[in-house]
């Protein structure tokens, strides 16, 4: 519970609406009803906007479909990794140097205006990597927006010199954040928008920060009467509840539901088309009360790790996505580091990170097959080898090419190579004859 709550509760002797959840870094489900049907009424007039934008559905879905391929990525700038303030800030920098990671976020509430200078101080602790700001909101700036204005310009006068992006707003679908309706975070980003152009016209602004694959909230923040622009559109694609990325949710994998986003992006004018996908896990089984979900939508750590490496690829081969944020380095209940119990401990997702991003170093994705049976495979190319990424939803038999040396999901150099694949990835790396080098 924040300061602010605490004093709230203390106060008033009523428990505050909007409290946060320490264990899984996130706000506290509302479980009054009435609050709930409250807040709906009240944001009546704004879901009604929401109703044209069902002609828009047919459409986008359509584009969706009709959509080329994105460009032939490469992977310098596309591993991403959330790192917390409170999730053993002096060891951050080491585990980030052995994961070779470059592109962090990290998170900043308005609801603690207090830690703006320990956030400072931890970001510059983070030396020369390049930081996104998440901009985390709080109903109090919601609601007064002078106020935010003020909070707002002074966040980006201390941390602008470090971070030259800026997420406004995080899971905005969701009222438990602090939000009741779209309306007013895109009144909540306008703000945002004129403190920049104001007085700090050289950074980025990333939104509209919709959670999960919901398009309606997505196209309200897409096509308004507002005067802003997302310069990169920030999604928090989860996919967690459909268990495996491959698997659908009326109709849509992981791939179609980025094209769906890409096509709404297309049709606005809202967005500079860039997105990056700034949050996204499975929560873990047997963590209790540190994981963000429970029931059938949490996995056990080895499917974990199987499934980050494969939604860090499957959003690549689409060509949309410039970049994504891990969400994050050391959570009990879903990090790739559990440190419970005063100890740090490196899950398989961690070691599967850091295969990944160190298999891939400086590669460019030249290949995709993805075949009806349930082969992947990808082939990436660097400037002397060629890397062939495969797995299998199914298993089923696999040959490794004459000069291939193949290492398993969690980097390990195998000395023979398996008969078969399974959902865990392996690396397949050969080097470049003299023709095919750059």
Not at 164 to 171: D, R
Not at 394 to 402: H, V
Request: charged letters at 25%.
């Amino acid at each position: 519970m924040r300061s602010s709550e605490v004093r709230q509760h203390v106060e008033t002797g009523e428990t505050p609406v909007y409290r946060w959840d320490p264990y899984s870094d996130q706000p506290y489900k509302i479980r009054d009803k009435r609050i709930k049907r409250r807040i709906r009424l009240q944001s009546l007039p704004d879901y009604l906007k929401l109703l044209p934008l069902l002609l828009v559905l047919p459409v986008n879905a359509l584009l969706a479909w009709l959509l080329p391929q994105g460009p032939k990525r490469d992977t310098s700038r596309f591993f991403g990794l959330c790192v917390n303030l409170n999730r053993e800030a002096d060891q951050a920098r080491a585990m980030l140097d052995e994961l070779q990671v470059e592109e962090v976020l990290v998170r900043f509430s308005l609801a603690d205006m207090g830690s703006l200078a320990e956030t400072a101080r931890f970001m510059e602790g983070l030396g020369s990597r390049r930081i996104l700001v998440a901009v985390l909101q709080d109903r109090q700036h919601v609601d007064d927006l002078r106020q935010l204005e003020e909070d707002l310009h002074q966040v980006f006068t201390v941390l602008s010199p470090l971070a030259s992006e800026f997420q406004i707003g995080n899971a905005i679908n969701r009222i438990k954040w602090g939000f009741n309706n779209p309306g007013e975070y895109l009144s909540f980003y306008e703000v945002a928008q004129r403190v920049r152009d104001r007085a700090f016209p050289d950074i980025l602004l990333s939104g509209s920060g919709v959670i999960d694959f919901e398009v309606l909230p997505l196209l309200r923040t897409l096509f308004n009467g507002r005067s802003i622009r997302f310069d990169r559109l920030a999604s928090l694609l989860y996919v967690d509840r459909r268990g495996a990325p491959e698997n659908r949710q009326g109709g849509y994998d992981l791939r179609a539901k980025i094209r769906a986003i890409a096509a709404a992006m297309r049709l606005s004018r809202k967005s500079s088309g860039s997105l990056i996908i700034t949050e996204t896990n499975w929560p873990l089984k047997h963590t209790g009360k540190y994981a963000p979900a429970h029931g059938r939508v949490c996995v056990e750590e080895a499917d974990a790790a199987r499934f980050l490496v494969r939604y860090y690829l499957l959003s690549l081969t689409t060509g949309y996505v410039d970049r994504i944020y891990w969400h994050q380095l050391v959570a009990p209940g879903y990090g790739l580091v559990d440190n419970r119990k005063g100890e740090i401990r490196k899950r398989e997702a961690y070691f599967a990170f850091k295969a990944m991003r160190a298999q891939l170093a400086g590669a460019t994705l030249i290949k995709t097959t993805l075949e009806s049976d349930g082969l992947h495979e990808l082939v990436f190319r660097t400037d002397t080898e060629q890397v062939r990424v495969c797995w299998s939803l199914r298993p089923q038999a696999w040959l490794a090419r004459a000069g291939e040396q193949v290492f398993d999901q969690s980097g390990q150099a195998l000395p023979a190579a398996p008969e078969q694949l399974s959902g865990s990835v392996i690396y397949a790396r050969s080097p470049l004859s003299a023709s095919e080098s750059r």
